[in-house]
C-alpha cells in the first residue's frame, strides 16, 4: 500500500479582484498581467479558488489522504467541506494537511489566497512582483496510516547526510514514523538502480566503499535512498531521495573547492517568473531555463529570493549545478516577521537537505536598506544563522548586503561567508571600483571569503549606441560592463563566488525610472527567453566549452560614418573576418575581438573560426535609427532614455 498521488489541478473556479468568478486551471496568478506593466498598482489583497472532487478509493481502516500545496503565494487558508483545516504563510514552499476525517462522497475545497500588505509574511519589500495565487500544484496523497512523517515542515520525513571519508563515505540516514513497532529498511542504489549498500534503523549509518562522486556540471552523478516503513514483512510506505556524495569547502585565498580541487562558481541569478505567466509556471520552463543557464557554461546559481520548486532543485541535482537556496527576507526587517523567517528558514532546509547542488543557505538579502530597529534585526541574524547550522551541520550560511551596508556593518560577520550585491560601474560611476572594493575588502578581512551575491546593468535588445554610456540601458553598455567584470574576478581569485544579476530579465512592477516600466532588464536574455543578448555571448566565451562564434551588435543594423567597429565573442583561439566576401582581418583572441571595418551601403558580414560562423548585415545610414531610443513616457516624468 504505497503512496498515490493525483493532481488537483483543473476546473478551479476563482473568485479575483471585483469577485469576478471565472473557470481556471491551476498552476494560475491574478497578477500575470497587472504584475508586470509598472505602476507599482497590481492587486495585492485576497482572492478565493473553490473546486469540487470525488473523494479517492481507499481503505478507510488502514490509510489516510493529505492535501498537499507545492507554492501558494503568499498566504493560505484552506477549507474542505466547510471545515477550516489550515493556515500556512509564505509563499514559496510546500505544505500538507490530513483531511482523511473530512472527506465526503464529493467534497468542495476553497482556498483564500492573500497577497496583501501586512507586517509579518516575507516579503513585503523588494524588487520583484509578489504574484498572489495557487501558482505550483495541488495534489491529494492517499497514504498508510503508519508512514513516514508527512506533518513535519513540508518535509520527505526521511534526512541524508553524506559524509565523504577518505574514499569511502559515511552515509547517515535518519527518518521518523508514526509506527514504533515498525521496522526502517534502508537501501542504497546507484544511478543504473542497482543495490549497493542497505542499512536498516531509524538512524542508520552506512558506509559506502569508494562511492562515486556528484562532481558538478562534469558528473553530476547520484544515488537512490529507499527508505521503507514495514511490519511482518509487509512496506508500509515509502520514501525515494536522491542524493549526492560530495565534498566542499571554501579557501579564503583560492575560492570554491569541490571534491578536493579548485571549482570556481561561475554564478547567475533566477527569477522564476515568465512574460504573460508570471509565476505560475510548469516543468518546460523551468526546463528552458536550465538549458539556457547550461549553454552559458555557468557552474553555480543563486535561487533568488525564495525557495524555488522542488523540480528546479532536482533538476540542478542532475544536471550539476552548485546552488545557493534562500528565504525571502529581504529589504526590510519586519518586528512583527520574526516567527515567518524561521519557519520559512525550516522549510527551505528540511525539504531541500537531500539535495547535492545545495552548498549554502542564504540567511536574507539587502536587509539593511530600509531597517528600523538594528538590535532586533541582528538578533533575528544570529537565530537564523544558529538555526542552519543546528539544522544541518554539513552545509555553510551566507547572506547577500546591500550596496550601502559598508564591509564594517554588524551584519556582514554573521554568517560563515558572505556576499555583496554590488553595481558600481551602473547606479555608481567607475568600474574601476569594483577591483578597488574586493581588493580592500580582502586586505582588511584576509580570512573573510567574500562574493558578489549581485552585479549586473540594465541592457535592452532594442536600444543601441556605438558610444554606449553607463545608465543608456542599452546592449552595448551592458556588454561593455560585462567585459570589464569578467576580466575584473579573473584578478580576485580568491573570491568564493560571483552571480550575474540576472539570468533573465524579471517583472519588477514598482520600476518605471528608465527602460520598460514594471522591468528590470539587467538579464542576459529576455523576459520571453526568445533573445539571448549579446552579454550572453560574452559569458559564453569565458565559460562555456562548446565551441562557437558570434558578431556583436548585429541588431544595431544602421551604422553611420565611413568606418565601424565589429567586435567578435569566442572561445575560439583565432577568427578571421570577411565583409562582403573580402576578408577584414584575422586575429588571435583572448574571449573578445574588434575589428575596424570601412562602410559600404550594404554590409554582410561573416566572422570564421575554423569550421564555425557567424554572419550580420549591416547598412550604412545618414543618422541612426530612431527606435534605438526610447521616447518619453506618456507621464511625462523622465525620459526613458537616461
Known amino acids: 500500500m504505497r503512496r498515490r498521488e493525483s493532481l488537483l489541478d483543473r476546473e478551479w473556479q476563482f473568485a479575483g479582484p471585483g469577485g469576478k468568478t471565472t473557470t481556471v486551471r491551476l498552476p494560475h496568478t491574478w497578477n500575470n498581467i497587472d ?45 474542505l467541506n466547510g471545515h477550516p483545516c489550515c493556515h500556512h504563510d509564505g509563499g514559496y514552499s510546500t505544505f500538507r494537511v490530513e483531511v ?63 559524509v565523504v571519508d577518505g574514499e569511502d563515505a559515511k552515509v547517515t540516514v535518519e527518518s521518523w514514523n508514526n509506527a514504533p513497532e515498525a521496522e526502517t529498511v534502508i537501501t542504497i542504489l546507484d544511478a543504473a538502480g542497482k543495490p549497493v549498500a542497505a542499512g536498516a534503523g531509524s ?33 508500509l510506505d515509502e520514501v525515494r531521495l536522491r542524493f549526492g556524495v560530495r565534498a566542499f569547502h571554501v579557501d579564503k585565498d583560492k ?8 571549482y570556481p562558481l561561475r554564478g547567475v541569478s533566477r527569477h522564476q517568473d515568465r512574460k504573460g505567466l508570471g509565476n505560475a509556471i510548469t516543468q518546460a520552463e523551468h526546463d528552458e531555463d536550465l538549458e539556457l543557464i547550461r549553454e552559458m557554461g555557468a557552474t553555480s546559481i543563486r535561487l533568488a529570493h525564495y525557495q524555488h520548486s522542488q523540480y528546479f532543485y532536482d533538476r540542478c541535482d542532475e544536471m550539476g549545478f552548485v546552488v545557493w537556496a534562500e528565504i525571502p527576507y529581504i529589504s526590510e526587517h519586519l518586528t512583527n516577521g520574526r516567527e515567518n523567517t524561521i519557519s520559512q528558514m525550516k522549510e527551505l532546509i528540511t525539504q531541500n537537505y537531500h539535495h547535492a547542488c545545495i552548498v549554502c543557505w ?53 554568517t560563515d561567508i558572505v556576499g555583496w550585491n554590488l553595481y558600481l560601474g551602473w547606479y555608481v560611476p567607475g568600474l574601476f571600483l569594483n577591483d578597488l572594493w574586493i581588493s580592500f575588502f580582502h586586505l582588511v578581512y584576509p580570512k573573510r571569503s567574500l562574493c558578489f551575491s549581485e552585479y549586473g546593468c540594465e541592457g535592452m535588445p532594442n536600444l543601441h549606441s556605438a558610444h554606449p554610456r553607463r545608465g543608456d540601458h542599452t546592449e552595448e553598455y551592458q556588454a561593455k560592463y560585462h567585459e570589464f567584470m569578467l576580466r575584473c574576478f579573473n584578478r580576485h581569485p580568491y573570491m568564493w563566488a560571483n552571480y550575474v544579476w540576472n539570468m533573465f530579465d524579471f517583472a519588477a512592477d514598482a520600476r ?67 565583409n562582403n566576401g573580402k576578408v577584414m582581418g584575422e586575429a588571435d583572441v583572448d574571449k573578445v575581438v574588434t575589428f575596424t571595418v570601412p562602410l559600404s551601403d550594404v554590409n554582410k558580414l561573416e566572422v570564421r573560426a575554423g569550421k564555425l560562423r557567424d554572419t550580420a548585415v549591416l547598412k550604412k545610414v545618414s543618422s541612426p535609427n530612431p527606435s534605438y531610443k526610447l521616447k518619453k513616457d506618456k507621464n511625462k516624468q523622465k525620459s526613458n532614455w537616461v
Request: with cysteine.
Open 35 to 79: 504584475g508586470q506593466d509598472g505602476g507599482n498598482d497590481y492587486y495585492r489583497g485576497t482572492c478565493t479558488y473553490t473546486t469540487t472532487f470525488a473523494a479517492p478509493a481507499f481503505a478507510a481502516d488502514a490509510e489516510c489522504v493529505y492535501l498537499e500545496f507545492d507554492g501558494v503565494n503568499a498566504t493560505a487558508d484552506v477549507t
Open 100 to 162: 482523511t476525517d473530512l472527506l465526503q462522497t464529493e467534497n468542495s475545497l476553497q482556498v483564500a489566497v492573500d497577497n496583501s500588505v501586512n507586517d509579518h509574511v516575507y516579503p513585503q519589500k523588494a524588487d520583484f512582483t509578489f504574484y498572489g495565487g495557487i501558482y505550483r500544484d495541488v495534489k491529494l496523497i492517499v497514504a498508510n496510516k503508519k508512514h513516514f512523517d508527512m506533518d513535519h515542515f513540508g518535509g520527505p520525513g526521511v534526512k541524508i547526510t553524506p
Open 203 to 235: 538512524n542508520a549509518v552506512i558506509v559506502m566503499k569508494k562511492p562515486h562522486r556528484w562532481d558538478g556540471v562534469k558528473d553530476p552523478y547520484l544515488y537512490t535512498a529507499v527508505a521503507e516503513l514495514k511490519e511482518d514483512g509487509n512496506v
Open 255 to 262: 575560492g570554491f573547492f569541490l571534491n578536493g580541487r579548485c
Open 362 to 414: 542564504g540567511v536574507s538579502n539587502e536587509i539593511t536598506i530600509s531597517t528600523k530597529d538594528k538590535k532586533d534585526m541582528l538578533d533575528n541574524h544570529h537565530v537564523l544563522n544558529d538555526l542552519c547550522h543546528e539544522m544541518d551541520s554539513t552545509r555553510l550560511t551566507t547572506l547577500a548586503c546591500y550596496a550601502m551596508c559598508g564591509p564594517f556593518n554588524k551584519v556582514a560577520h554573521i
Open 512 to 578: 518605471d525610472q528608465g527602460g520598460e516600466p514594471g522591468m528590470n532588464h539587467k538579464g542576459l536574455v529576455t523576459f520571453d527567453r526568445k533573445t539571448k543578448k549579446d552579454s550572453f555571448y560574452l559569458y559564453k566565451a569565458f565559460w562555456s566549452d562548446e565551441p562557437f562564434v558570434h558578431i556583436a551588435g548585429k541588431r544595431m543594423a544602421d551604422r553611420t560614418g565611413e568606418n565601424t567597429k565589429v567586435k567578435i565573442y569566442t572561445n575560439q583561439p583565432h577568427v578571421k573576418l570577411y
